[in-house]
């Protein structure tokens, strides 16, 4: 073994040209695997780190009512590693003014702050660090200038009351209600938070710090978890419930909330995300890009064994000589594997650095692209063990793989086939005769056909990689615009509904004084204002329509399904209901345009229009939606709604509204109603008051009335119209409501925050495209190069027999374009069917993907690839040119 060691290295040493081959595609492999793994595992950092900074640093939450007294046991769960905690709420009287009169704070431990995203809330000062220190709102310094960071506040402690009943410290206010005096308190003022709080809740918001050892037994707290094990978080998370004697809804789940992007980004997934990704496109889409990474990894091997096999062979008559003295086929194959591992040592570390320095560079073009829309701190270029293991893994095993494989075939061989094979590895085939080709390309296209077809094998390798080629960038093409097409196509238009769009949040009816005020802004051309009460809605099952019992077995199929929110219970069933409350103008509108009278609705409370259809599920698609009368409704028939939708809501307000009209048309609002969800309209002055009767959670909801307002797009909307028209919207909402009652935002806005983000997006996918093209393109000529080497006897004697410089250039050129054009066709079916399975998941036909199918990379990376077929074979002809015809028939390696 110590002498096919030593022959080796002498091998290596006197064959340069092909061990530099193999090196030089050992460190692009390298290079390539180091910069996509770098790549993805700084994405896959980066969003860890925006989910932690945007939803915190837990897993799961206690979301039901949970005592200072269960702290310890939670605690002790063996599987628990960390436990952040909020506090009880506490309420500080201010001032006498009439919106916000308090002061609501809650504390927060130090796991909290230093888990949380409360952390980068803090726009000035500091974080609490210890007892006694509060950060409080942005709204409380803008009513209060005189309060600085630093100061100390001394305020009175105590609780919101109604009379003599306590009414919890962040509910809306309540008519009539008074605050009742327990004590006092003393904070310093450390930070300024980002926050603001509606005016509905008559108070400003501060976070405290919380000293655990404060905690009571009887004090109700919110408990935040990390596990030991993230992916036990869906396992563990309910044991800790049920350990604390927590009974399930009517659903069969406990109380609890996940901090689902985060866990997501670990791959931890729950039972109903696995069967949803496995019935979805998503399951699909990471299916596609697992077959794109077995392509890189294929392509690799190929290419590197393209020069592995060069360089046995030419030593294919020394192995055999070495096989006859005694050298076993283990040996001869540990020989070719050894020369792999020597010629990675160099190439291998230089290919990981170099791979760094291409993501450094990536790094800083998306932080340049990206500075202006991003929120956090840069992306930084996380190039790691986490990075550098996976490639450096792939790259050896890449290696071996294309070492194996000659190795392998030489080591089977018996010394005589071995010595004699060397000398048939110079033979081709016999030629046959190509008419076609000497006709259309003469006798320099007929000789550049034969010598594609005499040596077929041993461009296999060569035509298998292009092929590869060709499907990775073109596949990765088709991933990226298919789902740009699917979301274009699926796309919900909201500036058909809106062009600048008010949440008006401070509990109250929009007066009249401010909707005309703001219907009357230079370039507003319609305005809507609504609001929407969800509730609920108790039938037997006869009540289900003949539509719902013949296509979606009942209202007893739709509820055993467990995807839906119908419910059953003693016989009956829980059925969604939305109740929409639209301004008279438009209520008037909307009645008018499907034929129905509104003056009734105007005077009577209890009549609305009904829409009673809903999509069926079970036999319409995405693409094709197939509409279901939903309930069997007659006109003038009293239907009874409560606020309790889910068993979880407190209140138990109920009202009956008398069907006046079914329409056939959903108002012209941006909703998409959920499966199995009865609507009823109305103006909106009925349903506000039917939503202030209902509970603290549902009235919160139901008094928020949203405002649309539509510009002229007679000619084409005018961003900058928008723009303008929502600046002077905000004024007023600025002057009438205040920071903290209103909320907005405007298509311009949204638009351009879709132009960053693509931006962004556009950089990455031409990064990994330029990668795979660079792949490609190195494949190509590694493999050109490779077969030329083998074959300068060949030219030689072509070159004796009176073959000119000109036609063996011609022949070369016609031989490269044959060879080129040969992979794209032979690829041309596998991507037909990647695309077609790709688009038949995403529900995208083909006339709708052309205007999105990547024809100027397509034509433009073919292009690219011929020439450098082309150029490869320049590159080996002037070559050929310059040697003498002598030196060819003698040796046929350059």
């Given at each position: 073994?110590?002498?096919?060691?030593?022959?080796?290295?002498?091998?290596?040493?006197?064959?340069?040209?092909?061990?530099?081959?193999?090196?030089?595609?050992?460190?692009?492999?390298?290079?390539?695997?180091?910069?996509?793994?770098?790549?993805?595992?700084?994405?896959?950092?980066?969003n860890i780190q925006m989910t932690k900074r945007e939803s915190g640093n837990w897993h799961g939450e206690l979301f039901d009512a949970t005592y200072g007294r269960e702290l310890e046991q939670i605690e002790n769960f063996e599987s628990v590693s960390e436990v952040m905690i909020k506090g009880?709420?506490?309420?500080?009287?201010?001032?006498?003014?009439?919106?916000?009169?308090?002061?609501?704070?809650?504390?927060?431990?130090?796991?909290?702050?230093?888990?949380?995203?409360?952390?980068?809330?803090?726009?000035?000062?500091?974080?609490?660090?210890?007892?006694?220190?509060?950060?409080?709102?942005?709204?409380?310094?803008?009513?209060?200038?005189?309060?600085?960071?630093?100061?100390?506040?001394?305020?009175?402690?105590?609780?919101?009351?109604?009379?003599?009943?306590?009414?919890?410290?962040?509910?809306?206010?309540?008519?009539?209600?008074?605050?009742?005096?327990?004590?006092?308190?003393?904070?310093?003022?450390?930070?300024?938070?980002?926050?603001?709080?509606?005016?509905?809740?008559?108070?400003?918001?501060?976070?405290?710090?919380?000293?655990?050892?404060?905690?009571?037994?009887?004090?109700?707290?919110?408990?935040?978890?990390?596990?030991?094990?993230?992916?036990?978080?869906?396992?563990?998370?309910?044991?800790?419930?049920?350990?604390?004697?927590?009974?399930?809804?009517?659903?069969?789940?406990?109380?609890?909330?996940?901090?689902?992007?985060?866990?997501?980004?670990?791959?931890?997934?729950?039972?109903?995300?696995?069967?949803?990704?496995?019935?979805?496109?998503?399951?699909?889409?990471?299916?596609?890009?697992?077959?794109?990474?077995?392509?890189?990894?294929?392509?690799?091997?190929?290419?590197?064994?393209?020069?592995?096999?060069?360089?046995?062979?030419?030593?294919?008559?020394?192995?055999?000589?070495?096989?006859?003295?005694?050298?076993?086929?283990?040996?001869?194959?540990?020989?070719?594997?050894?020369?792999?591992?020597?010629?990675?040592?160099?190439?291998?570390?230089?290919?990981?650095?170099?791979?760094?320095?291409?993501?450094?560079?990536?790094?800083?073009?998306?932080?340049?692209?990206?500075?202006?829309?991003?929120?956090?701190?840069?992306?930084?270029?996380?190039?790691?063990?986490?990075?550098?293991?996976?490639?450096?893994?792939?790259?050896?095993?890449?290696?071996?793989?294309?070492?194996?494989?000659?190795?392998?075939?030489?080591?089977?061989?018996?010394?005589?086939?071995?010595i004699f094979a060397a000398a048939d590895s110079l033979k081709v085939r016999r030629r046959k005769r190509k008419p076609l080709y000497a006709v259309l390309f003469g006798t320099e296209g007929e000789l550049a056909a034969n010598a594609i077809d005499a040596r077929r094998k041993s461009y296999?390798?060569?035509?298998?990689?292009?092929?590869?080629?060709?499907?990775?960038?073109?596949?990765?093409?088709?991933?990226?615009?298919?789902?740009?097409?699917?979301?274009?196509?699926?796309?919900?238009?909201?500036?058909?509904?809106?062009?600048?769009?008010?949440?008006?949040?401070?509990?109250?009816?929009?007066?009249?004084?401010?909707?005309?005020?703001?219907?009357?802004?230079?370039?507003?051309?319609?305005?809507?204002?609504?609001?929407?009460?969800?509730?609920?809605?108790?039938?037997?099952?006869?009540?289900?329509?003949?539509?719902?019992?013949?296509?979606?077995?009942?209202?007893?199929?739709?509820?055993?399904?467990?995807?839906?929110?119908?419910?059953?219970?003693?016989?009956?069933?829980?059925?969604?209901?939305?109740?929409?409350?639209?301004?008279?103008?438009?209520?008037?509108?909307?009645?008018?345009?499907?034929?129905?009278?509104?003056?009734?609705?105007?005077?009577?409370?209890?009549?609305?229009?009904?829409?009673?259809?809903?999509?069926?599920?079970?036999?319409?698609?995405?693409?094709?939606?197939?509409?279901?009368?939903?309930?069997?409704?007659?006109?003038?028939?009293?239907?009874?709604?409560?606020?309790?939708?889910?068993?979880?809501?407190?209140?138990?307000?109920?009202?009956?509204?008398?069907?006046?009209?079914?329409?056939?048309?959903?108002?012209?609002?941006?909703?998409?109603?959920?499966?199995?969800?009865?609507?009823?309209?109305?103006?909106?002055?009925?349903?506000?008051?039917?939503?202030?009767?209902?509970?603290?959670?549902?009235?919160?909801?139901?008094?928020?009335?949203?405002?649309?307002?539509?510009?002229?797009?007679?000619?084409?909307?005018?961003?900058?119209?928008?723009?303008?028209?929502?600046?002077?919207?905000?004024?007023?909402?600025?002057?009438?409501?205040?920071?903290?009652?209103?909320?907005?935002?405007?298509?311009?806005?949204?638009?351009?925050?879709?132009?960053?983000?693509?931006?962004?997006?556009?950089?990455?996918?031409?990064?990994?495209?330029?990668?795979?093209?660079?792949?490609?393109?190195?494949?190509?000529?590694?493999?050109?190069?490779?077969?030329?080497?083998?074959?300068?006897?060949?030219?030689?004697?072509?070159?004796?027999?009176?073959?000119?410089?000109?036609?063996?250039?011609?022949?070369?050129?016609?031989?490269?374009?044959?060879?080129?054009?040969?992979?794209?066709?032979?690829?041309?079916?596998?991507?037909?069917?990647?695309?077609?399975?790709?688009?038949?998941?995403?529900?995208?036909?083909?006339?709708?993907?052309?205007?999105?199918?990547?024809?100027?990379?397509?034509?433009?990376?073919?292009a690219l690839i011929l020439l450098t077929v082309s150029g490869a074979y320049i590159v080996g002809e002037r070559k050929i040119q310059k040697e003498s015809i002598m030196e060819g028939v003698k040796d046929d390696t350059f």
């Amino acid at each position: 073994m110590k002498i096919l060691q030593e022959y080796t290295w002498d091998a290596i040493r006197r064959n340069k040209k092909s061990s530099a081959a193999i090196m030089v595609a050992i460190y692009l492999m390298t290079t390539m695997m180091s910069c996509l793994c770098g790549f993805f595992y700084t994405m896959w950092t980066d969003n860890i780190q925006m989910t932690k900074r945007e939803s915190g640093n837990w897993h799961g939450e206690l979301f039901d009512a949970t005592y200072g007294r269960e702290l310890e046991q939670i605690e002790n769960f063996e599987s628990v590693s960390e436990v952040m905690i909020k506090g009880p709420w506490q309420v500080l009287k201010v001032s006498d003014e009439e919106k916000r009169p308090y002061l609501i704070t809650r504390g927060a431990d130090q796991e909290y702050w230093d888990s949380m995203a409360e952390q980068y809330s803090i726009i000035e000062g500091s974080v609490p660090e210890k007892a006694g220190e509060i950060a409080l709102s942005k709204q409380y310094f803008s009513s209060h200038p005189e309060v600085k960071i630093g100061d100390t506040l001394t305020l009175p402690s105590g609780e919101r009351r109604n009379g003599t009943e306590k009414i919890d410290a962040n509910v809306a206010r309540v008519d009539g209600e008074t605050f009742f005096q327990t004590g006092t308190e003393t904070y310093k003022v450390v930070g300024k938070l980002d926050v603001v709080s509606e005016s509905v809740v008559p108070g400003y918001i501060g976070i405290h710090y919380l000293d655990r050892k404060t905690i009571k037994p009887d004090d109700q707290i919110t408990v935040y978890l990390r596990f030991q094990n993230i992916r036990e978080t869906y396992r563990e998370l309910p044991k800790i419930a049920a350990a604390l004697g927590w009974e399930k809804d009517e659903y069969g789940e406990y109380n609890l909330r996940y901090n689902t992007d985060l866990l997501i980004k670990y791959g931890v997934i729950s039972e109903n995300q696995r069967s949803m990704l496995a019935e979805g496109s998503m399951g699909v889409f990471i299916s596609m890009a697992g077959v794109m990474m077995a392509l890189v990894v294929a392509l690799f091997v190929l290419v590197i064994h393209n020069a592995f096999a060069l360089s046995a062979n030419e030593r294919l008559s020394q192995l055999g000589i070495f096989s006859g003295i005694g050298a076993s086929p283990r040996q001869i194959r540990k020989s070719i594997l050894f020369e792999g591992f020597l010629l990675s040592v160099i190439p291998v570390p230089l290919g990981i650095f170099s791979g760094w320095g291409l993501d450094s560079l990536a790094m800083s073009l998306i932080n340049e692209v990206n500075q202006s829309d991003r929120v956090a701190n840069p992306v930084v270029l996380t190039f790691g063990l986490p990075a550098i293991l996976p490639a450096l893994i792939l790259a050896l095993l890449t290696v071996w793989l294309s070492a194996r494989i000659p190795a392998k075939k030489i080591a089977k061989l018996m010394p005589v086939e071995a010595i004699f094979a060397a000398a048939d590895s110079l033979k081709v085939r016999r030629r046959k005769r190509k008419p076609l080709y000497a006709v259309l390309f003469g006798t320099e296209g007929e000789l550049a056909a034969n010598a594609i077809d005499a040596r077929r094998k041993s461009y296999r390798t060569a035509t298998s990689a292009l092929v590869i080629s060709f499907l990775l960038l073109f596949g990765f093409q088709y991933i990226v615009t298919v789902q740009e097409a699917a979301a274009k196509i699926y796309e919900f238009d909201s500036e058909k509904f809106w062009h600048v769009q008010v949440w008006f949040q401070d509990g109250k009816l929009p007066s009249p004084e401010v909707t005309e005020r703001l219907d009357a802004v230079e370039g507003v051309k319609h305005s809507l204002y609504y609001n929407g009460l969800a509730c609920a809605t108790w039938q037997e099952e006869d009540k289900a329509s003949e539509e719902t019992e013949k296509y979606m077995g009942g209202f007893e199929k739709i509820a055993s399904s467990g995807k839906y929110s119908t419910f059953e219970r003693d016989g009956k069933y829980r059925i969604a209901a939305t109740v929409i409350g639209m301004d008279d103008e438009n209520f008037r509108s909307y009645c008018e345009a499907q034929g129905i009278d509104p003056e009734p609705y105007f005077s009577d409370p209890e009549l609305a229009v009904f829409y009673n259809q809903t999509e069926d599920p079970f036999h319409g698609t995405r693409k094709r939606p197939i509409l279901r009368e939903f309930l069997e409704l007659q006109e003038g028939e009293e239907i009874l709604f409560t606020e309790k939708n889910v068993d979880g809501i407190d209140g138990d307000h109920e009202f009956s509204l008398k069907v006046g009209a079914v329409a056939e048309q959903l108002p012209p609002l941006e909703m998409e109603p959920s499966h199995f969800t009865l609507i009823a309209v109305a103006p909106l002055s009925h349903v506000f008051a039917q939503a202030e009767q209902c509970s603290e959670t549902r009235r919160s909801s139901g008094t928020r009335v949203k405002g649309y307002y539509l510009t002229d797009d007679t000619d084409g909307i005018s961003y900058q119209t928008i723009s303008r028209v929502a600046d002077e919207i905000e004024e007023i909402m600025e002057e009438t409501y205040g920071l903290g009652d209103y909320d907005m935002t405007d298509s311009a806005t949204k638009r351009n925050l879709n132009e960053e983000s693509s931006r962004v997006m556009n950089l990455i996918v031409g990064f990994l495209s330029g990668m795979l093209a660079v792949i490609g393109i190195a494949n190509v000529w590694a493999s050109i190069t490779g077969n030329l080497c083998q074959r300068k006897r060949e030219f030689a004697m072509l070159r004796s027999v009176g073959l000119t410089p000109k036609q063996l250039r011609k022949m070369l050129w016609l031989e490269g374009i044959f060879l080129g054009l040969r992979p794209l066709l032979f690829s041309l079916p596998f991507q037909a069917v990647f695309l077609g399975v790709y688009l038949h998941f995403q529900e995208v036909s083909l006339i709708e993907y052309l205007p999105y199918a990547p024809y100027g990379l397509v034509i433009g990376y073919t292009a690219l690839i011929l020439l450098t077929v082309s150029g490869a074979y320049i590159v080996g002809e002037r070559k050929i040119q310059k040697e003498s015809i002598m030196e060819g028939v003698k040796d046929d390696t350059f």
